[in-house]
């Protein structure tokens, strides 16, 4: 199951019917819940603060920068130039053997400066992704209104732990500890 919001399993006790159990449970703001794995069940995983749809745009825009990259190459490539510096430049224009071919430079760098912008923009569009994703990531919240059992594999932005021994009501969530982001299990917050 995976949502850009919030996975609340209504109810009390520890039944199937309670609990999540088994199986990817990916909540962008969080989980709620009255228990989360089982004795029996170590296949649990738990994802929150972490939104799924800006995971898939953050690997789409990454994608289209290395297709921008081939092609910037590319034109490189073929115009003759080995970087975009102006000396570099200069002798390539000055070593162009017509006004044509001179021409032909001119519009590959026209055609490269305008790709390099867009990659600068889509740079640009990855720093404010990653950055969304880390606010969400304080946000987001897994609680656990009875138990937590062990084996449970939990992901909190993009803090990692498996759950070694049972908990009882439970919080975890990303904090600042001295300059790093750390998983904090503590107490149930209302």
Known sequence: MRTRGKVIVVGKGEGKSRAL???L???????????IGS??????????????EL???????????KICQAHQAKMMEQVGLQD???E???HTLKMAPSPDRKRGILLALKKITRMAELQRDMEEEIETIIEEQRQ??????IQVARRLFSGVDVRVGENTTTIIDDQEQVTL????????????IGPLRG
């Open 21 to 23: 159990i088994g199986g």
């Open 25 to 35: 449970v990916w909540a962008g703001s969080g989980i709620e819940a009255p228990a």
């Open 39 to 52: 004795p029996y069940n170590t296949g649990t995983k738990l994802v929150a603060g972490v939104d799924p």
């Open 55 to 65: 995971v898939n745009r953050l690997e789409q825009v990454r994608s289209n920068i």
């Open 84 to 86: 975009l510096g102006v």
């Open 88 to 90: 570099a430049i200069r």
């Open 136 to 141: 969400q990531a304080h946000r987001a919240r």
């Open 173 to 184: 969530r990303v904090v600042e500890v001295e300059g790093e982001t750390v998983l904090d």
